[in-house]
């Protein structure tokens, strides 16, 4: 099993022993509940660093007023056994009391459209939590690398703006989005859904699909691309949709034309959960979704729960 620590001192400790020894230091942060998507992750992280280190600290700042932190998942035993699987080195499993001790009084805000608009319009404080948290995380950890993926694309983008303002010296590996068989992102919050919530769900997918192909097609107008989204969301009444959007992948403005490497970002809630998802238009291969009847489609990625390849991709 990974070495457990619940410290930050214990976790800077164990961080600076190994840089000590020229060896690199990978973390993956996370909120517990793993699934593919964080064995992703896990798996990028150990293939480019020495030492791998990952955290599970369900993060009361980043969860707005009426939001599920006393119902996330917590499957503790499953996420060890996961991550001793994948030969993480160390697991960072710290009581809220020590990431924020009695009379703690810093917070770490960053100002402007990236992290007020969208997801940070929707659930108020969000931002703050996330980036206080991940700034705590990484200078303890000290990483030279930390692993996100791109399914929170604008958390993605926070924490890059925040990496590099505060001069952390981290690199911040983005890594792809992971769908299900069905074409559903995968998500903690999964585990919420109902058989037929998921069935619901699927219409997030298919209306990106929709875009994509219109993309692939031609379409360039955002308008056009949002509208080919919301009319696959308002054939599942299920769905009340927060937001789809075109936005730049770095600073989430909104965008009226289309180029390559833009992103559309939804977000929708459920009575049992709330989801978000994105695709790169002509960088992520178009998601392949299970028809209405629920019969999945043959998907040109043959194995479930895997990363699609992705091509690089720079915003022309």
């Given at each position: ?12 400790a164990m ?193 990106l699909a929709a ?106």
């Amino acid at each position: 099993m990974p070495r457990i620590l619940d410290t930050p001192d214990a976790l800077r400790a164990m961080s600076e022993r190994w840089r000590a020894a020229g060896m690199s230091v990978g973390l993956v942060p996370t909120m517990g509940a793993l699934h593919e998507g964080h064995r992703s992750l896990v798996t990028r992280a150990r293939a480019e660093c020495d030492r791998v280190v990952a955290s599970i600290f369900v993060n009361p700042t980043q969860f707005s007023a009426g939001e599920d932190l006393s119902r996330y998942p917590r499957p503790i035993e499953g996420d060890l056994a996961m991550l001793d699987a994948e030969r993480v080195d160390a697991v960072f499993i710290p009581a809220v009391e020590a990431m924020y001790p009695e009379g703690a009084r810093t917070t770490v805000h960053l100002q402007g459209a990236l992290a007020e608009t969208l997801e940070g319009a929707h659930r108020p404080g969000h931002f703050d939590g996330v980036a206080t948290v991940v700034t705590k995380l990484l200078v303890a950890a000290r990483p030279d690398r930390a692993y996100f993926g791109e399914k929170d694309a604008q958390q993605l983008a926070v924490v890059r703006r925040l990496a590099r303002d505060l001069d952390t010296g981290v690199e911040i590996v983005a890594c792809p989005l992971i769908r299900d068989a069905d074409g559903l992102a995968l998500s903690s919050r999964n585990a919420y859904l109902s058989p037929e919530d998921r069935a619901e769900a699927l219409a997030i997918p298919r209306g990106l699909a929709a875009a994509a192909t219109l993309w692939n097609q031609g379409e360039r107008s955002a308008a056009c691309l949002v509208e080919a989204v919301q009319t696959e969301l308002a054939r599942s009444p299920a769905i009340a949709p927060d937001y789809v959007a075109v936005v730049d992948p770095d600073s989430f403005d909104a965008v009226p034309q289309a180029p390559r490497g833009c992103r559309i970002v939804v977000a929708g809630r459920m009575a049992t959960a709330r989801l978000i998802d994105t695709i790169r238009l002509g960088c992520d291969e178009v998601p392949v979704v299970a028809g209405p009847a629920g019969a999945a489609a043959e998907r040109s990625n043959p194995r479930p729960g895997r990363a699609e390849w992705s091509p690089p991709c720079s915003v022309s």
